[in-house]
């Protein structure tokens, strides 16, 4: 699956606001690498933290590799270069019914 977001894109993130939940795109860093601050889908809270994907299923730089992540804030909207909402990542029984 191509990322939603590519390198270079300018981001508004929120800190605070509305509780995280899964499916949201945020900025968090990973407690095993905390130099490290990442952009990521959440997929489910764990062990007090958060465990992040990335939309491309064959590049496992997320939770795989570094385990549970801290959120640091929400991804509210994409501004440059595109504007607009990182979208919501579509089903398996969605992508399969449009191919």
Known sequence: MAPTLRHGD??????????????????ASFRSRPELL?????????????????????VTDDSRAYGVADVLGRVLCRYWPHPGRP????????SEADE
């Open 87 to 94: 979208g919501r990542r579509p089903s398996a029984a969605t």
């Open 38 to 58: 990442v952009v990521k889908r959440v997929q489910r809270a764990q062990g007090g933290g958060w465990w992040l994907i990335g939309d491309n299923d064959l």
């Open 10 to 27: 300018m981001l508004l993130v929120r800190r605070g606001g509305r509780p995280v939940r899964p499916g949201d795109v945020v900025v």
